[in-house]
């Protein structure tokens, strides 16, 4: 909730925007709810203000400076930790920066600052080129790959992050920076994975490659034979090059063509198999898979990316959700560290929550960003997801079981940065960014806390993932 100090500043704020030029009706009513993710009356900011472009970006951040009010960025509104709008921030919420600019000869597409994964895959469809974007399609894609983010063509292209070539970002001093490898290569590493840290993304400029379609294999196996159904993934993963990108989810299972109608909605485990190379490798590196004798139905099938996004959607349906997520990174998972979480992870709070591990490797090795976790072998998400609000204990719970579980393969104390949640983020708990970011690969910490003070040096953006300042640190 708002303290008195910030209530007495929300009454100054408005004043000071229209003064600087924004529209009366972009400033919005911050009680009235918005698309965020868990927005609940605890993250309502003091106002939020619809940006149309980036001098609105502009005027509001100067604005901010000058009053001394934090700042949160609403994208895609789909983080878990609701990050995007945060009590006592000023919310600019991107959305209407949603201009996408494919520009095939320089094999380069240019999206707005509140782009969704959705548009751009669809804005993609036909042109021959796809990059790594997230499943959920409302998720924002400079969201996704400030985080560094994963995607259906990951070990292919690394993390999302990775394809950023070039970026606006309007900073914490109020000034526009045209972020690419010859001005600031220092800058450019850090927003690869290091957040929104440093200011507010208005445009970024992503590398697609060239790829039409995938091959993709969906191996469903009921609760009995999960545990094989991970071990699957695992295998496949090690023993596959980089064409192949694996995912397995201890989830509900969906309706699948074969599927037993009795084992839909129950829970099982969902592999889910991408395949961008050519017919013949992918044909090696996927047959084995299509007939593995435990599994409960297997789809296979060539599918644009658009065609694949609008298979996986329905698993999101909803807009507006709370979540409690658990997330980290491990090098090594034997057969007991899988049956711990199998016996965790089935009895499913819920329907909307999962339990997934991704295999990395491939480009996310090669990369070049901070996103933490680069050269761990597994990536670990405990998704806990709610619509009905009665659903929230037993999710929490759920996820704190599975969390015990990770604890015993989790390197370090570094989290997923997209997969932060509420209790694990924001400006009471910057330590989280510094054991992050201290385990990345990246701009090492003490450059990202040095870019930090350089561009945030009020520290206005406090609501991302964030790190300790040299000045905190001492
Ligand atoms: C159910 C679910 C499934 C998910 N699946 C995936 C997945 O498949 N792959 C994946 O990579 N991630 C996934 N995520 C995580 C998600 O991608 C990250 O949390 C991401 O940061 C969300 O971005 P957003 O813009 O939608 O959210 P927001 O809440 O709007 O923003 C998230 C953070 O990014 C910052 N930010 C957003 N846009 C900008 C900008 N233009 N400039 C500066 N800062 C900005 C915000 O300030 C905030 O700190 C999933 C999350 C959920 C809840």
């Known amino acids: 909730m708002a303290d008195r100090r910030s209530q007495g500043i929300a009454g100054r704020i408005p004043a000071s925007l229209t003064d600087r030029g924004i529209a009366p009706e972009a400033i919005q009513d911050p009680a009235v709810p918005s698309r965020a993710a868990a927005g609940t009356p605890d993250t309502a900011p003091l106002v939020r203000v619809r940006c149309r472009d980036e001098s609105d970006v502009l005027a509001a951040i100067t604005a901010c400076a000058g009053l001394g009010v934090p700042i949160s960025v609403l994208g895609g509104g789909y983080s878990p930790g609701a990050l995007g709008e945060a009590a006592g921030t000023v919310c600019l919420d991107l959305a209407g920066l949603d201009r996408i600019e494919v520009d095939p000869e320089a094999r380069t597409v240019t999206v707005g600052g509140g782009v969704t994964a959705g548009a751009l895959d669809r804005a993609l469809d036909g042109t021959g080129f796809a990059l790594n974007l997230p499943v959920p399609s409302r998720i924002g894609v400079a969201g996704a790959a400030l985080s560094g983010g994963v995607g259906v063509l990951l070990r292919r292209l690394g993390f999302i992050g990775d394809r950023i070539v070039a970026a606006r970002l309007v900073d914490g001093t109020g000034t526009v920076r045209q972020v690419d490898e010859r001005r600031d290569p220092e800058l450019l590493r850090a927003l690869r994975g290091g957040g929104g840290n440093f200011g507010a993304v208005t445009e970024l400029t992503l590398a ?9 294999v969906q191996l469903a196996f009921a609760a009995d034979h999960a545990a094989e159904g991970l071990s699957l993934v695992l295998d496949l993963a090690a023993g596959a090059g980089d064409d192949l990108t694996a995912v397995a989810f201890v989830r509900a299972l969906p309706p699948l063509p074969g599927l037993d109608p009795a084992l839909v909605g129950g829970a099982g485990v969902l592999a889910l198999l991408v395949h961008a190379g050519e017919a013949g490798v992918a044909e090696r590196d996927l047959g084995p898979a299509t007939l593995h004798p435990r599994a409960a139905a297997v789809v296979a099938g060539r599918l644009t990316p658009l065609q694949l996004r609008e ?32 016996d965790a992870a089935a009895p499913l709070p819920g329907p909307h929550s999962a339990f997934e591990i991704v295999p990395l490797g491939g480009a996310v090795r090669r990369g070049e960003g901070c996103a933490p976790g680069r050269d761990a072998a597994f990536m670990i998400n ?59 690969d990246g701009p090492a910490l003490p450059i990202l806390r040095e870019l930090k003070n350089r561009h945030d040096p009020h520290r206005l953006f406090t609501t991302a993932l964030t790190f300790t300042t040299d000045q905190e640190h001492a």
């Not at 329905?314 to 709370?322: C, L, S, T, V």
């Open 311 to 342: 298979r996986l959607e329905p698993a999101f349906p909803f807009e507006r959700f709370g979540a409690h997520f658990r997330s980290g990174f491990a090098d090594r998972l034997g057969d007991g560290d899988i049956e711990a979480f199998v």
């Open 382 to 440: 405990v998704m806990g997801l709610w619509v009905e609000p009665e659903e929230a204990a037993a999710t929490r719970e759920w996820a704190a079981g599975l969390d015990r579980v990770l604890a015993a393969v989790r390197r370090d104390e570094a989290r997923v940065p997209g997969f932060v949640s509420r209790d694990e983020a924001g400006s009471g708990n910057a330590g989280l960014g510094d054991a992050a970011y201290a385990a990345g």
């Open 208 to 216: 697609p490659a060239p790829i039409r379609d995938f091959h993709v």
